[in-house]
């Protein structure tokens, strides 16, 4: 019976483990998720506001905060839809060329990177569900936004977009 037991450990870190692909650089961590349903979650998990300074005008993302390991890793995963003006922001700790993949995301996502100056400096455009390649941009950042794929191309956002954030702190999980 222990035996057993070890055995459904291993099987379930394995399954849980943030582990990038064979051959993929440091500091990566699979991209977002929850249970299911949309990124607006239930009154329990506090929200916030990311805002893009676009062309046309700033462009305010609803979004989910994540910060600890398990959530980060979690991220996005198993989700079926993501509300046009929703997403997920990562707040990473560390200033980093951080790398994401699509194992178990169900949704093509937008993968935006974001350094310290609170500038876009990389974005992972249209990334496709549940593919297991590893991808960063080269570039450092701090903080990581997940949006629906082609929201950037939509909003013209690129490196260098100017970003603000509004109630980070106290949504982060």
């Given at each position: ?15 849980c483990s943030k582990a990038p692909p064979r051959g993929a650089a440091t500091g990566e961590v699979p991209p977002a998720s929850t249970d299911g349903g949309g990124a607006v979650p239930g009154p329990a998990v506090p929200l916030a506001t990311v805002t893009l300074a676009t062309a ?118």
């Amino acid at each position: 019976m222990r035996a057993l037991a070890s055995f459904a450990a291993v099987l379930g870190l394995a399954q849980c483990s943030k582990a990038p692909p064979r051959g993929a650089a440091t500091g990566e961590v699979p991209p977002a998720s929850t249970d299911g349903g949309g990124a607006v979650p239930g009154p329990a998990v506090p929200l916030a506001t990311v805002t893009l300074a676009t062309a046309s005008g700033p462009r305010p993302v609803r979004v989910e905060v994540v910060k600890s390991a398990g959530r980060v890793q979690r991220g996005l995963m198993y989700r079926k839809f993501l509300g046009a003006d929703d997403g997920m922001l990562f707040l990473m700790g560390d200033l980093d060329d951080h790398h994401f993949w699509m194992q178990n995301t169900l949704i093509p996502l937008d993968i935006m990177f974001i350094g310290d100056d609170l500038r876009v400096v990389g974005i992972l455009e249209n990334m496709q569900p549940l593919d297991t390649t590893s991808r960063g941009v080269g570039k450092p950042s701090r903080y990581v936004l997940e949006v629906n794929g082609g929201y950037a191309k939509q909003h013209g956002i690129g490196p260098g977009t100017a970003v603000t954030f509004a109630g980070v702190e106290a949504a982060a999980q």
